[in-house]
């Protein structure tokens, strides 16, 4: 009998410690460190990973290119997001919340794919009867769709050696385990080589494969950062339940570019894809309230309208609040400072909230403009004028500077029927662009009428 070791793993960051601690001394994680039991029973190897070609090494410009075989699901956002469509042999980590509509979306998929060959869907959280109340509620009724309820994964690949389905579902890869791992279902060990396990055999077998993992409380994928290295591609779904929208955003590719988002709507029989994001974020902005400005982001390659909404209230406690809902808190904290030093804004009184409506998170410098147009907004109680969209990154002088694809934002808020705060020409030129006139240009000299509202400091 082999025996056995016991180490202490942080179940986010994968680091492992002979003694427990309440700190991860690699990542910072409070309260992560679990034990796990390591062994290596007498004739039965650790999973191996995917495997590298033996082969010589050969010049690069000898190396001939391999046109990937690509299925198109007929889920035309999805296919866009993935690059084109779905490779053929490729493993994906597909990510989200519970109950945010992962389940949902892999058997619309699954429907879609078993066009091109059986779909093999492992379930190991639910049972078949109620995968099958889903698929009903769907509408979907594909012969070569086929149910298995089983976590064991030496199992598991029997059952794919016997069936050769052409598309595999885990769900989810958190549930399902190792026999000769002696570590729990979800731990760290299990989580990690249970994927190299499933990408291994998919990647022999040329099967196309989508694993389900489960999130942890800030929103990442749980589990050591690794799994999204051994996996193809990594998507996300993001959005608040108590909504009914759904964002799935691209986080890696090895095939297509990342970023790249795709918008879907929930309904009764399931999700449904949303062709123009835009008008879709924007049909409920409020009509000439003050807080409010349109923002064009760019999303991977693509351009896309939001909301940006700010609130400024007197402040009841001497420290005032800063609140940040889809933006990064610190960056809120510097455009109120430069609002304050170049405009005179007293806003250290003032209790500030900001929010992309939508549950989008941005993280790309052109929201800044945006959002300091938005507080300023709030601030003087006067609505931005209607018909303009916004981007721009402010600097700390108040200047505001070029932001990556600004042809392509003006493009999209042309089309939407909105036009750039400054004409297309006058970014081209080196003339030097100020907050302050942006300030005046956008909110206290507009003329589609103003707002019944007094300022905050009258």
Not at 158 to 177: G, M, R
Not at 286 to 304: A, D, Q
Request: include cysteine; hydrophobic fraction near 35%.
């Amino acid at each position: 009998m082999a025996k056995k070791k016991t180490v202490y793993i942080c179940q986010s960051c994968g680091y492992k410690s002979p003694t427990w601690s309440g700190k991860c001394p690699e990542c910072g994680s409070w309260g992560t460190l679990i034990e796990e039991v390591i062994s290596k029973p007498a004739g039965k190897a650790s999973v191996s990973w995917i495997e590298t070609s033996s082969e010589k090494p050969t010049p690069i410009t000898e190396i001939s290119e391999i046109e990937k075989e690509r299925y198109i699901s007929g889920i035309e956002e999805f296919d866009r997001v993935a690059g084109g469509g779905i490779v053929k042999g490729s493993v994906s980590l597909l990510s989200g919340e519970p109950g945010i509509g992962k389940s949902t979306f892999l058997l619309q998929l699954s429907e879609k794919l078993s066009k091109h060959g059986k779909v093999l869907y492992v379930s190991a959280e639910e049972s078949p009867q109620q995968i099958s109340m889903r698929a009903r509620r769907l509408e979907i009724s594909s012969p070569e769709i086929l149910v298995l309820a089983n976590n064991n994964l030496e199992e598991i690949k029997n059952f794919i050696e016997k069936e050769k389905p052409a598309f595999l579902i885990v769900d989810s890869i958190q549930t399902v385990y190792l026999p000769h791992i002696e570590s729990a279902a979800g731990s760290v060990s299990q989580v990690r080589e249970g994927t190299a396990f499933v990408t291994n055999l998919s990647k022999a077998k040329g099967i196309t494969t989508f694993i389900v993992g489960h999130v942890n409380k800030e929103g990442t994928i749980a589990g050591p950062k690794v799994l999204e290295h051994i996996v193809d591609a990594v998507y996300q779904f993001e959005g608040d339940r108590g909504h009914n929208f759904r964002i799935l955003k691209a986080l890696k590719n090895r095939f297509g570019s990342t970023g790249e988002i795709a918008v879907f709507q929930m309904e009764e029989k399931g999700l449904k894809e949303v062709k123009n994001p835009s008008l879709f974020f924007l049909s409920e902005r409020p009509v000439g309230k003050p807080g409010s400005v349109i923002y064009c982001s760019i999303e991977g390659t693509r351009p896309l309208l939001l909301e940006v909404q700010a609130l400024v209230s007197r402040a009841v406690f001497s420290t005032p609040q800063r609140r940040a809902k889809g933006i990064d808190a610190n960056r809120l904290s510097i455009i109120i400072a430069v609002l304050e030093k170049e405009l005179g804004y007293p806003l250290r009184n003032f209790d500030v909230f900001v929010n992309i409506v939508g549950g989008v998170k941005i993280k790309e410098p052109a929201v800044d403009l945006p959002v300091a147009l938005a507080i300023a907004s709030s601030y003087l109680g006067k609505p931005v004028r209607r018909n303009i969209a916004v981007f721009g990154e402010i600097g700390l002088s108040g200047e505001i500077r070029s932001v990556r694809l600004e042809e392509m934002r003006i493009k999209e808020i042309e089309k939407n029927g909105f036009r750039p705060l400054f004409p297309a020409l006058q970014r081209k030129n080196n003339k030097l662009k100020l907050l302050s006139e942006a300030v005046k240009t956008a909110i206290e000299e507009q003329q589609d009428g103003g707002s019944d509202r007094k300022p905050l400091n009258s």
